[in-house]
């Protein structure tokens, strides 16, 4: 056996990089799992997944239940797949379903597990200052993200890196990974080490709520929320009683004094913000139903004299 017969599940854009890169090898993908399209705009149209839309212009049979039931596993009993690839897909699935496959199934996760199992891994990471992050890829069982590991490659987590650049990276990183344990697979040149229970973390699905800047908690912390949130839900605060989303910044951890909130000079066309403890440096901003600005257009729109984020 040289090539796997592979179902896929997932369902965002991160999941469709796996998904294109599984489809540009020597493999096979059968069918596509992920989740179900819904309605959403003016017209309601249907909003497919970017899993799905690659599926379809590959012509890759789609199944999109709203629960892994019995017929999804007799469905899959009978595709007769050598292994089931699952990267952010968001459904559970049952011990018969991931029994099938003669490879049982497998998971890409983006974190060094067991740290940050569940839904927002990559954030969470972010959030807490993590210095280090990385994808692992593990045999799924039916507890969350508990199976035995098989890879890990570990991946620095440097200080400006968003959500978004981690994002790409672990792309980058994760689709090259995944190629090189399936060749491991065919070769049964691998082997799985169970995952340490004490140190499993949870990375909880994130609220739309968390995205309030707290100007009480150090600068760190600050810019720390908001490069995790960067894509979504946008971290936020509020000025003259609007309300303001910040997408980039930096911070200095300095001793000094100054009122949480307050802004303390607007020097080289940067916006310099108290926090409990240092300066936040604010490098891009957007009021509500307007365009992302940097710093310096933000300052030369707005009169920001005798103002303070709240």
Known sequence: MNK??????GTPHFAENYLSSLINSKHDVVCVFTQPSKRSGRGLKFNHSPVRNTAEANNIDIRQPEKITIVETDALAEMKPDIVIVVAYGLILSKEFISIPRFGCINVHPSLLPRWRGAAPIQRSIESGDKLSGITIVKMVEKLDAGDIIYQEPLK?????SSLSLHD?????????????????IENNFMTYPQDEKLATYAKKIKKEEAKINWDNSAEKIHKKIMAFNQWPIAETTL?????RIHDSEYKSLDIDGIPGNIKSLNDDLIQVFTKEGLLIIKKLQKDNSKILNSKDFINSTDLKGKKFV
Request: proline share 0%; net charge negative.
């Open 240 to 244: 003259s009683g609007e309300r303001i």
């Open 169 to 185: 990276k672990f792309i980058k990183i994760g689709t090259e990974i995944l190629l090189l344990t399936l060749e491991s697979i």
């Open 4 to 9: 796997l017969r592979i179902v896929f599940a």
């Open 157 to 161: 987590i440097d200080d400006n890196d």
